[in-house]
C-alpha cells in the first residue's frame, strides 16, 4: 500500500518518470482510477476492500483464470477462489508467451 505521500492522481502520472513506472503500468494505474472514480491511486485501493467475494455458494462449474505475472494478491484471490467454491473449479494461468503474463492482455504480435 502506497504511503500517503507517495499516493498520486490522473494528473500526477504523466509526471512520474518512466524508469519509476513504465508507461504501460502509468495506462493501467490511470484506467483503475478512473474506473472506480476516486481521486486517487491510494484511495483507489482503500475503495477496492469495501468488495468480497464468498465463492462458497457458487456450486456450477467455475473457471478461475489468471495471467502468470499479476502478482501476488491476484494469485491469492485466484487459489482462495478455486479452494472455497462448493462446486468443480477448472484453474488455468495463462503465460507471458500466450500474451497474458499480466492483467493487461496484449496480441502476440505485438
Do not use: N, Y
Amino acid at each position: 500500500m502506497l504511503t500517503a505521500e507517495e499516493d498520486f492522481s490522473i494528473a500526477d502520472i504523466d509526471t512520474i518518470p518512466d524508469e519509476e513506472m513504465p508507461p504501460t503500468q502509468k495506462e493501467m494505474a490511470r484506467s483503475l482510477i478512473r474506473r472506480f472514480g476516486q481521486p486517487s491511486f491510494r484511495r483507489t485501493f482503500t475503495h477496492l476492500r469495501q468488495f468480497h467475494v464468498d465463492a462458497g455458494p457458487i456450486r456450477c462449474p467455475a473457471l478461475a483464470m489468471l495471467g502468470e505475472g499479476e502478482g501476488r494478491e491476484p494469485l491469492r484471490q485466484f487459489e482462495r477462489f478455486a479452494d472455497t467454491a462448493a462446486g468443480p473449479v477448472t484453474k488455468r494461468a495463462f503465460t507471458a508467451a500466450e500474451g497474458a503474463a499480466s492483467h493487461l492482455w496484449r496480441s502476440k504480435a505485438s
